[in-house]
């Protein structure tokens, strides 16, 4: 294969023809938090066969129950009343899910690449010829380089049938961007401090609490089931709600204080609020003295960072500094500064991560009512196989730089790829499974510059995303609804396990990850590793180990178990070990100071947006989640695509108007390939402006998602890595706003 050749593919080409199913009405979005509506749905799914799923469209995993017809086609999904992590109710896009299974852009068949004609394409190839192309170039980079030269890089479930392969295989070079582009610097941040990960879902009792504090997490946008549905009760409750987000989110419209903060200066004001707790004797006195280790260090370290001091640094006024801690100091010990999920902004993310985590000591909330609670999970017996080979080298190795780094990262096995010449760690081979790294992971020209200096890369993928159009090999995976996975066993404060079973049978030539994954191990001679034949006996031995069975659970879909770990919050003055190197809640950070870094949270100044340049802000749409939900037909009718928020200001400084449409070009010269709709709005600061990720697909197969609105991803060039965990820190992109079609007479 001529690696200089290695194009990116747009997949339309060679695709079989498409099977016409309906899409599904689905008026019940966007109000399906609704009781009634549900009892509606309930009863119009009355002839339809039920069976029992966990959703796949984010990583909350809320169990439900998919409804199928007799001529085998998917009618709708609904929540399961057992389930802790959705109650019943699915988010709107939970239930437009069955998009997934209808979308007829779906991948059809195998695909390998080949040349015709001097020109890279694909053509169809059967599974066996196509698994036996796979096998055989793993076996090659193994006899050849070892097999850690052969990378995983993967997201959600078909990332763990995928990761048993690896490590029979012999290679734990696996990485995935929920890592270092999303809460890795939030989980280092917490473990340093209480030694424990915040982890999915967060333990936040924020149904009970008394004051919630967003810092750049906009619950509400960011449609985490449980957490929208216990911050509406929490509002119901009278909970005073503080968003600080340099945008008026729609959290920030539900809370009594919105602080408009200027990008990039949260640990400046995160250092102040610590500095009116303690400097006013506001902190909870007996909780940081039985638990915390270094206060007097904390204290003498935050003297100077008065509200003053922050003013001029966040733009925030010192008495709304000052009566914000004074509201959560009057919740304490039932308050929460959130912790966030998607974290990596400036590179400096877990000493951020670090603060709000030292806040929350400060406040006593860490195992209290409705502040966090100690959450508990079952876990899951491991079906019997052989012990893995130990590989000589893998995530940890290549990530050697970061310390803190507790998962392989992204970036750094992009980077050491596209090193043709990395005689240590020489990686030839990547397998994606369900990642569209180019929309995922800034810096797409190092991507594609790794992409270029491997010897073989295979996707496996629902659609035809642009990754897809990058590999030699392309394996069309069935969707969540057709389809059996591991268990969900996930922490809550309750433990409780979900079974995901086929709705309805694989459409198109379609296949289950672990069926794949399977079929690889065989024909590398892995056998043993995959003594079954069918994953349900999997799923089957492990529910008889749990004193249930696959019988019970095709009927219930959710088992709900006991705590057997003690109770949810900590009793009044109760002995309680942390599980930090002191046992401590540690305000003061030996470990960090042992490997050099700042053993407390130092505020750092980061550039701002030159003269004509505005700072690149993006979040979540309600309605997806990341880039691929974009071409979901369900989804893809309730918002086609995203539009740049820019102020009144700006509008009048750059002569906009709503939706007018523009290009925008970053401080490196890159410009978004499709121009994107204005919305001139009070909601966000006139130094930024602001997108949904996810949009601005150029693959034409994606016929609903192909051209709409602007990648935010793209216009990534620059990104600030986290010295302590490796996270790419994203959103230091200026850009200005061009009103001229710059691609005029170029053809995309
Ligand atoms: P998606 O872009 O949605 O998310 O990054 P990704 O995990 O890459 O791509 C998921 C891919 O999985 C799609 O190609 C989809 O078609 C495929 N897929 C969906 N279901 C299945 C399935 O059942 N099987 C298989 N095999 N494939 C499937 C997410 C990552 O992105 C994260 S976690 C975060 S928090 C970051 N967010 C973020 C951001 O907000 N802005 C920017 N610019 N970048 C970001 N990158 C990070
Ligand atoms: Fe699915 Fe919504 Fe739950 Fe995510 S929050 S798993 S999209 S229902």
């Not at 019988?551 to 057997?564: A, H, Q, T």
């Not at 890595?721 to 706003?737: A, C, E, Q, S």
Request: hydrophobic content about 35%; overall charge neutral.
């Amino acid at each position: 294969m001529d690696n200089s050749r290695r194009s990116f593919i747009k997949i339309s080409a060679l695709s079989a023809g498409s099977l016409a199913l309906t899409t599904p009405a689905l008026s019940a979005i966007g109000n399906n938090f609704s009781l009634a509506n549900k009892k509606e749905l309930i009863n119009a799914a009355k002839n339809l066969k039920r069976s029992a799923t966990y959703c796949e469209v984010c990583f909350w995993k809320c169990a439900g129950w998919a409804y199928t017809d007799e001529n085998n086609n998917i009618k709708k999904v609904i929540g399961n009343e057992s389930d802790p992590h959705c109650n019943g109710r699915l988010c709107p896009r939970g239930t437009g899910g069955v998009g997934m299974y209808s979308d007829n852009d779906r991948l059809k068949t195998p695909l390998i690449r080949t040349t015709i004609n001097g020109k890279d394409t694909f053509r169809e190839a059967s599974w066996e010829e196509a698994l036996t192309l796979v096998a055989t170039k793993m076996q090659e980079i193994k006899d050849k380089y070892g097999a850690e030269s052969m990378a995983l890089l993967k997201h959600g479930t078909p990332g763990s049938h995928l990761e048993h392969l690896f490590k029979a295989y012999g290679s734990d070079t696996v990485a995935e961007p929920a890592y270092a582009q999303c809460r890795g610097p939030r989980e280092t941040g917490f473990r340093l401090t209480f030694g424990s990960w915040v982890g999915s879902p967060e333990p936040t009792d924020i149904r009970d609490t008394k004051c919630l504090v967003l810092i750049g997490s906009h619950i509400g946008e960011n449609m985490h089931n449980t957490q929208v549905q216990e911050m509406s009760d929490a509002i119901d409750n009278k909970a005073t709600i503080i968003t600080v987000d340099p945008r008026f989110s729609t959290a920030a419209s539900k809370s009594q204080h919105w602080l408009a903060i200027k990008p990039s200066t949260d640990i400046a004001l995160l250092l102040s609020w610590m500095h009116v707790l303690i400097y006013e004797d506001l902190y909870d006195k007996e909780y940081v003295k039985q638990y915390g280790l270094g206060f007097e260090q904390l204290k003498e370290h935050v003297r100077t960072f008065t509200p003053e001091w922050a003013y001029g640094i966040t733009t925030i006024k010192p008495e709304q500094i000052r009566e914000t801690a004074r509201l959560m100091a009057a919740a304490s010990p039932s308050v929460i500064i959130h912790p966030g999920r998607h974290v990596t902004w400036y590179g400096d993310d877990t000493q951020r991560s670090r603060s709000i985590a030292i806040l929350n000591g400060l406040l006593g909330s860490w195992g209290r009512r409705g502040g966090f609670y100690f959450k508990e999970k079952i876990s899951i017996p491991k079906f019997p196989h052989p012990p893995y080979p130990t590989p000589k080298w893998g995530w940890e190795e290549i990530g050697e730089k970061y310390p803190f780094a507790e998962m392989g990262i992204t970036n750094e096995v992009i980077k050491v790829t596209a090193e043709k010449e990395n005689k240590k760690y020489p990686i030839k081979g990547w397998f994606v499974a369900g990642t569209n790294l180019i929309n995922t992971v800034p810096q797409h020209i190092k991507t594609k510059e790794a992409i270029e200096a491997l010897e073989f890369m295979v996707v496996l993928d629902t659609m035809p995303m642009e990754i897809t159009g990058y590999a030699d090999v392309v394996l069309p995976e069935c969707t969540y609804l057709e389809r059996y996975d591991g268990l969900r066993s996930a922490t809550n404060r309750e433990p409780s396990i979900a079974l995901r079973m086929p709705a309805a049978k694989p459409r198109f030539d379609s296949k289950p990850a672990w069926w794949i994954a399977k079929q690889i191990g065989e024909k590398l001679g892995l056998s043993e590793y995959f003594n079954y034949k069918d994953f349900k006996e999997v799923i089957a031995w492990q529910l008889e180990q749990l004193g249930t069975s696959l019988e019970e659970m095709e009927k219930i879909g959710v088992k709900n178990f006991k705590r057997k770990s003690g109770p949810l919050y900590l009793k009044d003055g109760e002995d309680y070990e942390f599980y930090t190197p002191s046992g401590k809640i540690e305000f003061y950070s030996q470990t960090l100071a042992n490997h050099g870094f700042d053993p407390m949270p130092v505020y750092t100044a980061h550039e701002q947006p030159p003269q004509g340049y505005y700072r690149l802000n993006y979040g979540r749409s309600p309605m997806h989640t990341f880039s691929r939900t974009i071409n979901n037909p369900n989804l893809n009718d309730l918002k086609d695509e995203n539009k740049l928020w820019v102020n009144p200001k700006v509008a009048r400084i750059e002569g906009l108007k709503t939706d007018q449409k523009v290009w925008i070009e970053n401080q490196d010269g890159i410009v978004s390939t499709f121009p994107v709709k204005v919305r001139v709005t009070e909601r966000i600061r006139w130094d930024s402006v602001y997108a949904y990720h996810g949009f601005g697909h150029n693959d034409k197969k994606l016929t609903r998602a192909y051209g709409k609105g602007v990648s935010d991803t793209k216009l990534m060039s620059r990104v600030s890595i986290d010295p302590m965990m490796g996270g790419t820190g994203m959103r230091g992109n200026f850009v200005k706003i061009l009103t001229e079609n710059p691609h005029k007479d170029t053809e995309i």
